[in-house]
């Protein structure tokens, strides 16, 4: 597979970084945009990008993941609007958006924020809860420290080879494509004075989780719609409690796909909510079905 190319887009007071593979394709049929889920970064699509040669396809790090600025955000709004800013930037329109976990909460919103923009998605597992959900939010939850577990993880490394090492094992890691995982840590560390570090600071990670139910718009973005949309939904929890100790369960409101003008909804109870990981194949073979 062809290296791609790094870009830094000024954008909304921060840069956002993107990585595009095989420019000289571009025009020759839709741009695929691949956006990645909280904590990973747009390296993590790699695999999926192999099985899918000379496609356009421009995969971004969102704001504080990857090579993006670790700047910070009061709703997941915000993750839309650079999202869509960022590709405005780059000239994209009438694009293919494929957006997993937080990546398909911020595809719908961009999509919604800059019509033309996209020409079809391909949402897999995205944190859309259940309208009633977003009543709970309260805003005071970010002016202490994070809450969230995630703001626990460790964030110092000798060596990708040691950060695998260390989590090869362990769930959800284990589950992932032996080449996935390595790209999650090789792209996801950076250098340090000492040791590397990951791009995605736990601080960070932590707020986004303890903000997930601040951008109750996201459902007139939803709502706005009327190109084609795809809702990919993984193994389902057997109660609210197992989804909050287990990430591998979908936690995609089950009605969702219905919400859209041009909806339709597929559930894979056989793959977990890493699935872009997990299943690197299926998951292009998925895009290419939609796309």
Known sequence: MSQPIHHL???NNLQISAYEWNPESRGQQPTLILVHATGFHARCWDQVIKQLPQRHIIAVDQR????????????WHDFGEDLAAALEAMGVENAFGVGHSMGGHAATMAASLKPGLFAGLMLIDPVIMSKDFYNFWDASVLEGEPNHPAVKRRNDFTSVEEAIERYRDRNPYAIFDPQALDDYFRFGLHDADEGL???????LEARVYDSALSNAAIYDAVHSLQQPVTVVRAMQPPSMEALMKDFRYSPTWPELAGEFANGRDVLLEDLTHFMPMQAPKRVAELIKECF
């Open 9 to 11: 887009i000024d954008v």
């Open 64 to 75: 504080a993941h990857g090579l993006s600025s670790n700047t910070s955000f009061d709703n």
């Open 197 to 203: 570090l990951l791009a995605c600071p736990p601080m």
